[in-house]
Structure formats: C-alpha cells, structure tokens
Nanobody, 122 residues
C-alpha cells in the first residue's frame, strides 16, 4: 500500500508564496512520474505541474514562470514552489504519483494524496 501526504497549504495574500510538499510512504518499489493537480470549486481537476525521473518538467500555462516543481528521489518526495500567487490559484492541491509496489514490481499504479487547501486572498 502506498500513501501520499501533502503539507504546506494555507492562506496567503496575492503576490505571496507557498511551498507544498508531498511525502510518500508504504511499500514503494519505484516511482516514475510525480505531479501536482488542483481543483477549484465547481471546476475540473487540472494538472498544475509534473516531473519525470530524468527531471523533465511540464507546467500548466497559467503557472509557467511562477511555479517550480522539484523532486527528491532519495527521500521520495515532490515539492512545488508557488510564487506570485493570484486569487485564481485558490484550490485544493493534490499530489499525484505513478509508482510500483514491492508486492507487484511490474504493475504501475496511480496514487493520490488527500489534498491541501491553498487560498489566495487579501
């Protein structure tokens, strides 16, 4: 079983910064893609940023130049640094990981965290 726990959300004023972290635990054998998604009230969940094992990154157009995703494979964590936050960034942010488990090393599955609220408001 694989668990993901996000942290770092909260209330911030427009123009401020937050850093979200996602810690993985459980019977993980390998981790492939890691990413952050968000879902605002009444909207679909959308990809914010993703990163491959080689370090290739992908960002939603709306966050390019403001957000930076990073991963630490030794600690099996993924982070996202969010700068110049805007009210439209308000959402629940979810960690997403593609991983294989020790019990099924050739089976890749997708795992989600429980989400952390980010609110950008004055």
């Amino acid at each position: 079983q694989v668990q993901l726990v996000e942290s770092g959300g909260g209330l911030v004023q427009p123009g401020g910064s937050l850093r979200l972290s996602c810690a993985t635990s459980g019977s993980i054998r390998n981790i492939n893609y890691m990413g952050w998604y968000r879902q605002a009230p009444g909207k679909r969940r959308e990809l914010v940023a993703g990163i491959t094992p080689s370090g290739t990154t992908d960002y939603a157009y709306s966050v390019k130049g403001r957000f930076t995703i990073s991963r630490d494979d030794a600690k099996r964590t993924v982070h996202i640094q969010m700068n110049s936050l805007k009210p439209e960034d308000t959402a629940v942010y979810y960690c997403n990981v593609h991983a294989s488990s020790i019990s099924s090393p050739t089976l890749w599955s997708e795992y989600w965290g429980q989400g952390t609220q980010v609110t950008v408001s004055s």
